[in-house]
């Protein structure tokens, strides 16, 4: 196996170590990539790019930070363009005709090799999977994922009631959390779990961005949930507190 390349079940990883002076930049001591297959040859055809994005980035860190640089390892050179470029039809395979699913990104995102789980933190990332894929669908695309997806994700976790699952086992957290905001009787989980379950899907769509199923962080910026929700709501809907 060539330096650098790992294989974690049935995938291909590249990990490179980040140079002492970019550690405290990038807030990390190596950098892995998923080259997304299990074939050597395949991702032996993949690395020149997977590393020359690395490069990128840790030179881009330095320039933001007013390092040195090297301005040809973040803008390409383009003293050598084709006059001519002939393109070259290419068969797309079998797992690339079909979008990654947000279960399927959410799954390789709980089995990243990188991530040094404890037992408790996968139990509380494998909550937010699955709370994740039952608002927003198993089948979306990832790459769609959006701030309405997000706020929505949101909307369901102000009002879930607590232990939903035992509860209300026939309704989906969203129907759970809309009969628990008709009710107004029922206790539904705090804000500090709830802002913890989004938090945990927010690093996730991070990971997405750095692997490149997602444009950018559909999440960011978003308020967190207030422990006064249910108390808000009642101000606002005074028919429905009744």
Request: glycine share 4%; hydrophobic share 45%; with cysteine.
């Amino acid at each position: 196996m060539p330096h650098g390349l790992l294989r974690r079940g049935h995938k291909l990883y590249y990990r490179d170590t980040v140079p002492v002076d970019a550690q405290c930049l990038l807030n990390r001591l190596e950098i892995w990539r998923s080259l997304r297959t299990d074939s050597l040859a395949v991702a032996m055809r993949r690395l020149p790019g997977i590393v020359a994005r690395i490069e990128m980035e840790i030179e881009h860190a330095r320039a933001m930070a007013g390092l040195p640089v090297d301005a040809t390892l973040i803008a390409p050179l383009n003293d050598d363009p084709a006059e001519h470029p002939v393109p070259v039809p290419i068969a797309p395979s079998p797992s690339e005709r079909s979008p990654l699913t947000l279960a399927e990104a959410y799954r390789n995102y709980i089995d990243d090799p990188t991530r040094a789980w404890t037992a408790n933190t996968r139990e509380a990332y494998e909550t937010s999977r699955r709370l994740a894929v039952a608002v927003i669908g198993k089948a979306v695309p990832v790459a769609s994922i959006s701030r309405t997806h997000c706020r929505d994700m949101l909307d369901v976790l102000r009002f879930l009631p607590a232990n939903a699952g035992k509860l209300f086992p026939k309704l989906s957290p969203r129907e759970a959390a809309d009969h628990a905001r008709l009710r107004g009787d029922i206790k539904i989980i705090s804000a500090a779990n709830a802002n913890s379950l989004m938090s945990n899907m927010s690093s996730f769509l991070n990971w997405a961005v750095n692997e490149e199923l997602l444009a950018r962080k559909p999440a960011r910026g978003l308020p967190p949930i207030s422990a006064s929700r249910r108390t808000v709501s009642a101000a606002v809907c005074p028919a429905i507190s009744n």
